[in-house]
């Protein structure tokens, strides 16, 4: 097959591409450009996306003896994915950009140009598995599975998608890139948020959205116990930086329950008011059985490295409902509800979608 | 493999190949004072007359450098730097929007930190400088001009300018003129003294010589500060110890391109002729950029609308192809090309067009391959160029 290498700069990618090129595709790389300016990006060690990033991949590729691109996609990251973000915390709920890249950009737009240009498939560093019978499932290195993050793609989208590390685990994968001279095989995992240059999620979002003070308010007794600068500022189940004036009576520390952008209040309580056992869920995907018409007993993961709950999931005209077995706390809007069934050969992603509460 | 992209480096030519690799052998500085160091010497101003010779100039007038940017950047700072210490209210520099990056960046460079003002020529649809417009731009600052840098022929788009208009117009306020004849050497005629510039770039990868060495031919009254400082050596103005191998391979092939120019332009402007007539045939509605008469022989530049110059590169690159969209990369990411701008071409129209350029190695096989691949690749181009819009 004619396949196009998404290359970030990092190991992990570029052991995929290599992996390609020997199971016997005609592979290209391409390193997508998603800063508008790319010195506002993190750099090398941390992120991804800078000039570091895009010579390291170039220098992978000529390595491993494939042609090498950059494909500038500032534009679209820019209002898919940066643009969202930001719309997201203003809304009240907390997005996962790394989903949302991979659903706006790299599955999509990326994917859709590699088709125009005559390309069969999309191929990409990601942990998680992807056989011969279309089911993603989670990768064998648990602590590096990144199926979370792919459970958005459709059927279609994983047709035209290779995973080649799915069976590997991260310390596999830097062997091999070191065996195969990949000056990568050492350079640090990238992490946080890439478009977020110092790590500084808070600041990024009260550049955008300004300071808009607001009232703390307890859920208990209806008392404002606090204020802040911006109700973007705070996620579902965040405990530290809440600043309170008062401590709660019974003095256990309160954690933010919910936060209403039309009212820019944040509502804490205690901890087992963050109790939940019932998720709703918008714009379901399917891919690992045909569509349910009933419940299905399943896992559910509700963030990104988070636990898994067992599960009945049903979908119906609103979007998918699941009832959990025990209760989980911090659920967040925005995030998604991703579901697995169990399997030893790795679990399968069943589907997906955005929770809504 | 179809190289359609000698105007980015052509193939070294036998000859130079071959006195490259005997001069390496040797051993000797040409500063040295012993007998090892005399023939290198010796090679070294050998290599000087016969670039003179065939140049047009006088072979004091030839200091030799490290390559065309090098050139560029030690003709335009340092004659703005000599001619402002002469006078301090020289601080115009007159450079064209077509120009080379290793010129505008030079310049842009002198803009940012050196307090010059520039004036830039605009030039027309085929990329055209007028000398009349130089002619206004120096009625109105002549006193205040340390220089004139405008290109010999355009890099991109192919289009020779009327270099010894330009210069007269210059000689008649006393501006020296320097031009990047890059692209021009080994091409067209060139004449240094003949065209009364001041300077004149000229570098060896573009005319199958070795890459690193070139030269800048400067007139004897023309004062240049260095850029670099050192030993010495070429007048003072370029220290360094002096590469004999380069430099002999270098002069072998200026006078080989220079000597065989003629021939040469017949046979691959035939050939590119023949090329674009047969990329008109196989896709219709695509626009031939640059000067249709005065132009390098051997340039081939188009416009394929409706299509993104990097897509197309990367799929004739996968069936063997080699050329070039001619857009530099700020950040790594390609911009639109500022030649294309220049001629007024929209930014749709500049990033949809692509470079093919002929040279010494060229055949019809070359233009059959591309031919062959062509259509196919502007349909799918177009196919991806089109996901762009609605989503
Ligand atoms: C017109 C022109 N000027 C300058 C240069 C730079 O020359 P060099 O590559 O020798 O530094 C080139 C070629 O890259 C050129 O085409």
């Not at chain 1, 591409?17 to 941390?46: C, I, S």
């Not at chain 2, 007159?94 to 960046?105: R, T, W, Y």
Request: contains cysteine; hydrophobic residues 45%.
């Amino acid at each position: 097959m004619r396949v196009l290498a998404a290359m970030s700069g990092g190991v992990d990618s570029a052991v995929a591409a290599a992996r390609a090129v020997e199971a016997g595709h005609d592979v290209t790389g391409v390193h997508l450009a998603l800063a508008r300016n790319p010195q506002t990006y993190r750099t090398g060690a941390r992120g991804c996306c800078t000039l570091e990033d895009s010579r390291d991949a170039r220098r992978a590729a000529d390595v491993i003896g494939i042609p090498f691109y950059v494909w500038d996609m500032a534009d679209r990251f820019h209002e898919d994915v940066v643009d969202d973000f930001v719309a997201e915390y203003a809304a009240g709920r907390t997005p996962n950009p790394c989903l949302r890249c991979n659903e706006k950009i790299k599955f999509a737009a990326v994917l859709d140009r590699a088709v125009a240009l005559g390309f069969d498939a999309v191929v990409t560093g990601h942990h998680a598995r992807l056989g011969p019978d279309g089911l993603l499932r989670r990768s064998v290195d648990l602590a590096k599975d990144q199926s979370y993050v792919l459970a958005v793609l459709t059927r279609e989208q994983l047709g035209r998608s290779i995973f080649p590390l799915g069976d590997s685990t991260k310390a596999e994968v830097r062997a091999e890139a070191a065996r195969r001279d990949l000056a990568v095989a050492d350079k640090p995992d990238s992490h946080d948020i890439c478009f977020i240059a110092d790590g500084d999620t808070r600041g990024f979002l009260a550049q955008r959205l300004g300071e808009t003070p607001g009232d703390v308010v307890d859920a208990l007794t209806g008392a404002v116990v606090g204020s802040h600068t911006g109700a973007y500022q705070y996620t579902v189940g965040q405990r530290r930086g809440l600043h309170l004036d008062r401590p709660a009576p019974d003095g256990r520390p309160r954690y933010v329950l919910s936060i209403t952008p039309k009212t820019n209040t944040v509502m804490v309580g205690p901890a087992e008011a963050l109790e939940v056992s019932q998720v709703r869920a918008t714009r379901p995907v399917w891919t690992g059985c045909e569509r349910p018409t009933g419940p299905v007993d399943c896992e559910v993961q509700l963030r990104a490295h988070g636990d898994v709950v067992p599960a009945t999931v049903s979908l119906d005209a609103d979007g998918l409902r699941a009832e959990l077995r025990r209760p989980v706390r911090g659920v967040a809007a925005g995030q998604a509800i991703v579901a697995y069934r169990p399997d030893p050969a790795g679990d399968v992603v069943l589907g997906s979608a955005t929770i809504t509460g | 493999m179809a190289y359609l992209d000698h105007a980015a480096t052509t193939p070294m030519l036998d000859e130079a190949l071959e006195a490259y690799v005997a001069t390496a052998r040797e051993v000797g500085n040409a500063s040295s004072l012993h007998a090892a160091g005399r023939r290198a010497r010796r090679r070294v101003e050998e290599s000087r007359e016969r670039v003179a010779a065939v140049l047009g100039a006088r072979p004091s007038e030839v200091i030799f450098t490290g390559g065309g940017t090098e050139s560029d950047n030690l003709a335009v700072k340092g004659i703005f730097w000599a001619r402002r210490a002469a006078h301090a209210e020289r601080t115009r520099v007159v450079s064209s929007a077509v120009e080379h990056h290793a010129v505008l960046d030079a310049v842009d460079w002198l803009a940012g930190h050196e307090g010059a003002e520039v004036g830039w020529l605009p030039v027309d649809a085929a990329g055209r400088l007028d000398p009349e417009r130089l002619r206004a731009e120096l009625a109105a600052h002549g006193e205040r001009v340390a220089l004139v840098t405008a290109m010999w022929a355009n890099n991109e788009v192919g289009t020779v300018q009327p270099v010894a208009e330009l210069a007269a117009v210059a000689a008649e306020h006393g501006v020296p003129f320097h031009t990047d004849a890059i692209q021009a050497v080994g091409q067209v005629p060139v004449d240094f003294a003949a065209s009364g510039v001041a300077a004149l770039t000229v570098t060896g990868h573009k005319l199958g010589g070795p890459t690193g060495v070139g030269a800048l031919l400067l007139a004897r009254d023309v004062a240049a500060t260095p850029l670099l400082h050192g030993g010495g050596q070429e007048r003072d103005v370029r220290s360094g110890t002096l590469d004999t191998a380069g430099i002999v391979a270098f002069a072998v092939a200026v006078e080989t391109a220079v000597k065989g120019q003629q021939e040469y332009a017949a046979r691959v402007a035939a050939l590119r002729d023949e090329l674009v007539e047969r990329v008109r045939q196989a896709v219709p509605e695509m626009i031939f950029n640059g000067d249709p008469a005065d132009r390098l022989p051997g340039n081939a530049h188009f416009s394929f609308p409706g299509c993104e110059g990097d897509a197309l590169l990367l799929l004739l690159d996968a069936q063997g192809i080699a050329c070039s969209t001619g857009s530099a990369c700020s950040a790594g990411v390609a911009q639109p090309s500022h030649v294309l701008l220049a001629m007024g071409a929209d930014d749709d129209r500049a990033r949809s067009s692509l470079r093919f350029t002929l040279g010494h190695t060229s055949t019809r096989a070359d233009v059959d391959a591309l031919i062959a691949a062509l259509p196919a690749a502007v349909e799918r181009a177009r196919r991806a160029a089109a996901l762009r819009t609605p989503r």
